[in-house]
């Protein structure tokens, strides 16, 4: 299992330009590389995480054994107020500049439908994080390249589940029911978008499953791997890009 943070966050440097999904998707595979490790992944991405996964494919799907998408976002228009209000010029470039604790706590409690998982040592984590020096100005570029003060934009969903539902690939999409910040309709969206995906929905449960019920989202996705594991990657003229540099919201993770 290789888990890593994206470019810009957790405590992972920033990319050297703006912050893209191509980019992001780039800065993966770069990771992959520096690791020694050729061959198809099992591509797992959750929130921000689950977009890249599908750039992953787009960029390289020869190198993507399978996809699972958690509580992912690309899949509908829809996203939380308080991402939607870092798009609004000055007010969110205000907000990100001093991250206060009682603000990390807002953040964290958004996550998770049992308020009690937002503990003391995760607010601290996430204050750790804000005070990364990249930290505010890889969110503010990610929330503006995706979305406006009203929603999340069409032009790059489009052509990214377009683009990706090209290389069918083994997929289990899951979501939490209580999801607040990319509302569990957008399993519905996944369903018309890739009808060959398995699907499931976790009742009680917000936008990190792989946290709140962890035995369960085990229960569901190792099978899934170690069943997908044993198929064949599909031959692709798609060449990937060649990854530039090294790296690093919400992760994608790896397991060759």
Not at 4 to 20: C, I, M, V
């Amino acid at each position: 299992m290789i888990a890593l943070d994206l470019p810009g966050s957790g405590f992972s440097a920033r990319a050297p330009e703006s912050t893209t999904l191509e980019v992001l998707a780039r800065e993966v595979l770069a990771t992959l590389d520096v690791l020694g490790e050729r061959r198809p992944a099992q591509v797992i991405g959750n929130s921000l995480g689950g977009a890249v996964a599908l750039q992953l494919l787009i960029a390289a799907p020869e190198r993507v054994a399978s996809l699972v998408l958690v509580n992912s976002a690309g899949l509908g228009a829809e996203v939380a107020l308080p991402l939607r209000l870092l798009a609004v010029p000055v007010l969110g470039d205000l907000a990100v500049r001093h991250t206060t604790r009682g603000s990390a706590r807002m953040a964290e409690r958004l996550s998770f439908a049992d308020p009690s998982l937002a503990t003391t040592a995760r607010i601290d984590h996430a204050l750790a994080i804000a005070a990364q020096p990249d930290t505010g100005a890889v969110l503010l570029e990610t929330v503006r390249a995706l979305a406006t003060p009203r929603r999340i934009k069409s032009g790059w969903r489009r052509r990214l589940t377009t683009a990706a539902a090209e290389h069918t690939r083994p997929t289990l999409v899951i979501w939490g029911d209580r999801d607040r910040v990319l509302p569990p309709h957008h399993l519905d969206a996944a369903r018309r978008l890739f009808p060959h995906a398995e699907a499931e929905m976790f009742a009680g449960i917000g936008h990190m499953p792989q946290i709140e019920c962890p035995d369960d989202f085990a229960a569901l996705v190792l099978p899934f791997v170690e069943k997908s594991a044993g198929r064949p990657v599909p031959k692709e003229s798609t060449v990937s890009s060649t990854p530039r540099r090294g790296s690093r919201r919400r992760g994608v993770a790896a397991a060759a």
